[in-house]
């Protein structure tokens, strides 16, 4: 038997094989089932939509992406952005990161254009999270992902009756932590990540034909230095304007460039630039060491456990 799933891709509801567009839609069923917890989980669940979390060159969850059938942009600011998120068809500002399924209802991603019915910045497409509305039945429910490494995913969740027949509620929270991978020149943690969701919903009825669901959300993003560095051009550029090629100007004529700042050749292995250029100040700490003379005291008393050469100062 196959399931029929309702959709309101166009604002009124749909099977989902009755829209003209295309869609992949999630039931609660089948968020459940498939241990869905984020956008992140929705993205590898769903041909042509994926998420990434670090938008272009900048590193860590700034600016994370949604693409839709491989189109993006290069700026990777929110207002120029071809994909965006929605709860219950109001667009969500907030970075997808933070935002988990445990108060979810149905997810429905809609593939191509979709500006007639969100607005601007759905050229590729959007992605449409329908919130649960509570059902007045006195029940919790706890979902937990915990793996070996320190990561863990959890949520909690509580609904009831406030009063009845008039006024019911259901209210969670969520936490996500992915422990640190690597450690910093200066002692700290590489690669940590945390994000807290908060949300209340009610259900209002106070006459047979007056309804209203209002519900209030906090969602938080609380990450260290991300485990990325960049190998800066000016310093480890092995071409040196030494391999020239030719192109075409705009006024047609042939014209001889001499790059630098690029590599040449095979790109070089961290082991063969060594592993400190791989780091970040994860405090104030380092500089002020190296302002009086010990710029590589953290490293050598947390990563080297050499502490001889500072038992005298």
């Not at 069923?29 to 984020?38: G, H, M, P, S, V």
């Not at 230095?225 to 304007?241: E, R």
């Not at 250029?277 to 380092?286: A, D, E, G, H, K």
Request: net charge neutral.
């Amino acid at each position: 038997m196959i399931e029929e799933i309702t959709v309101t891709a166009r604002k009124r509801e749909e099977t989902a094989l009755e829209v003209p567009l295309s869609v992949s839609a999630f039931s609660l069923e089948k968020i459940e089932e498939a241990a869905l917890f984020d956008t992140s989980d929705i993205a590898r669940m769903t041909p042509g939509f994926n998420m990434n979390e670090q938008g272009n060159y900048w590193a860590g969850r700034l600016y994370p992406q949604l693409f839709f059938r491989g189109m993006s942009v290069l700026n990777p600011v929110p207002k120029d952005q071809i994909g965006a998120l929605f709860i219950d068809g109001v667009y969500y500002l907030g970075a997808p990161t933070s935002l988990n399924t445990f108060d979810v209802e149905r997810v429905e991603v809609l593939k191509g254009p979709q500006n007639a019915y969100f607005g601007r910045n759905t050229f590729g497409g959007a992605i449409n999270f329908i919130m649960r509305t509570p059902t007045g039945e006195q029940r919790t429910n706890v979902m937990t992902d915990v793996t070996h490494e320190g990561s863990y995913k959890a949520s909690l969740g509580n609904e009831g009756t406030i009063i009845p027949d008039k006024l019911l509620y259901r209210v969670s929270v969520g936490k996500y932590h992915r422990a640190p991978q690597f450690t910093a020149q200066d002692g700290g943690k590489l690669g940590e990540q945390n994000s807290t969701n908060l949300a209340l919903t009610l259900f209002a009825t106070p006459t047979d034909r007056l309804k209203a669901r209002p519900r209030v959300q906090f969602g938080e993003d609380e990450d260290g230095a991300p485990a990325a560095a960049y190998l800066p051009g000016v310093k480890y550029d092995t071409c040196g304007g030494n391999v020239p090629y030719s192109r075409y100007s705009e006024s047609g004529e042939r014209v001889t460039l001499y790059p630098s700042r690029f590599f040449c050749g095979e790109i070089p292995s961290i082991d063969t630039l060594g592993k400190s250029i791989v780091s970040r100040n994860t405090s104030l700490n380092s500089p002020m060491l190296a302002a009086r003379g010990y710029p590589n005291m953290l490293r050598d008393i947390f990563v080297h456990k050499n502490f001889e050469p500072y038992l005298s100062t």
